[in-house]
């Protein structure tokens, strides 16, 4: 058996490796990307739905299952109450 | 009104981040040259290698800022050029140690980003180089191993007197009561399951491992309708011995009602994460 790195067939399982592993980094000049998961949650939510699409042909079931689990990734993310805290903090950054 | 509040606030706060110098890090390569990879990087940025020693970070230039968008083609484009990049200094260097996507050194002091890279790669020298040692010659691959769902549930009960005899007494019950019976007898049948799925994982285990240098147990993840991932497995294999692995997996993959997934080879972006 042949191992395959077909682009359309194992996308996700490049996404599996480019996102979530690879070197870790242990120092203060390292950049935050602690607001950045977003990107690889919405990214690996498409890409799946598009292999499954190119799989099974189904289009609408793609477009409708990712609009929900983005809506339920914003609501998480950015409930009011939420949205408040960061307002507040950042005003007081400000004013601080 | 939040919203005003909160976008005023952001804009106030930003332009002082986005001045600043950074790098972002591809991966670290097993060769002390200075060289270009030319335009090849995320938004055509020019990638260029900082070594230190007998090893080098291959990066590119840019504002100290994490790459984010909600176009989704985008962030798609930018994923797929971090791993083309890997790819190319793997190619070429025979041995990387791949970063994750959006991993970027800053230039909080005056020394600038460059430089920060420079002392990181001299302060983790030692570590980067165990590293390197341990996967070079290497090359990382998945392996999936699937059942399908329903022959096994099929077989466990025509081998299992127990269940058999129990599928045979449900003939003779009325409806109510027959339910009552399938319901045991499909918990039963699941409880077979579970304990087939084990040992089936111990043995595959075993034989896999020993075409492997190291194997990291993944998650496993939801399958095809029908069929169940029994184990998700990234294999650290030396590149001459992938065949010998290859000719393993065959004979998993003929065993009536097991199907397998081998992806490679990756970087060995499952190896090189903790020290």
Request: net charge negative; glycine share 4%.
């Given at each position: 058996m042949e191992p395959t790195r077909n682009s359309h067939a194992t996308l996700v399982d490049l996404l599996d490796r480019v996102l979530d592993k690879g070197l870790v980094i242990q120092a203060d000049i390292i950049i935050s990307v602690a607001g950045v998961p977003l990107i690889g949650v919405n990214l690996r939510a498409a890409l799946a739905g598009m292999e499954t699409m190119l799989q099974y042909g189904l289009?609408?079931?793609?477009?409708?299952?990712?609009r929900s689990q983005e809506t339920e990734h914003r609501r998480t993310l950015m409930s009011p109450a939420s949205r408040e805290a960061i307002a507040q903090t950042n005003l007081a950054s400000i004013q601080g | 009104m939040l919203l005003d509040m909160q976008h005023s606030a952001q804009t106030a706060v930003v332009p002082a981040i986005v001045k600043e110098d950074g790098r972002y890090l591809y991966c670290v390569a097993d060769a002390g040259e200075e060289a270009s990879l030319d335009a090849i990087g995320?938004?055509?940025?020019?990638?260029?290698?900082?070594?230190?020693?007998?090893?080098?970070?291959?990066?590119?230039?840019?504002?100290?800022?994490?790459?984010?968008?909600?176009?989704?083609k985008l962030a798609a484009a930018w994923v797929m050029t971090h791993q083309k990049v890997v790819d190319t200094a793997w190619q070429r260097w025979g041995t990387v140690l791949p970063l994750s996507f959006d991993t970027m050194i800053?230039?909080?002091?005056?020394?600038?980003?460059?430089?920060?890279?420079?002392?990181?790669?001299?302060?983790?020298?030692?570590?980067?180089?165990?590293?390197?040692?341990?996967?070079?010659?290497?090359?990382?691959?998945?392996?999936?191993?699937?059942?399908?769902?329903?022959?096994?549930?099929?077989?466990?009960?025509?081998?299992?007197?127990?269940?058999?005899?129990?599928?045979?007494?449900?003939?003779?019950?009325?409806p109510g009561l027959a339910y009552m019976y399938r319901q045991k007898l499909e918990n039963l049948i699941r409880r077979e399951m579970e304990t087939k799925a084990d040992q089936c994982f111990k043995d595959f285990y075993s034989r896999i491992r020993k075409h492997a240098d190291e194997v990291c147990v993944e998650k496993t993840k939801k399958a095809e309708p029908g069929w169940q991932m029994l184990m998700n497995l990234s294999c650290l294999v030396c590149k001459d011995k992938y065949t010998e692995l290859g000719e393993e997996l065959d004979n998993i993959n003929r065993l009536e009602g097991f199907s397998v997934r081998f992806t490679g080879p990756w970087p060995p972006y499952s190896f090189v994460g903790s020290a």
């Open positions: 289009m609408k079931d793609w477009d409708e299952r990712i | 995320i938004d055509g940025s020019e990638v260029y290698t900082i070594p230190y020693k007998e090893i080098c970070a291959v990066v590119h230039s840019c504002p100290a800022e994490p790459y984010r968008s909600d176009d989704q800053k230039g909080e002091t005056k020394a600038g980003a460059q430089r920060n890279v420079e002392d990181w790669l001299k302060q983790e020298y030692e570590k980067l180089k165990n590293k390197m040692m341990k996967v070079r010659g290497k090359a990382e691959y998945g392996v999936q191993v699937f059942w399908d769902l329903r022959l096994m549930a099929q077989n466990l009960t025509e081998t299992s007197p127990e269940l058999r005899k129990l599928e045979e007494e449900i003939k003779t019950k009325p």
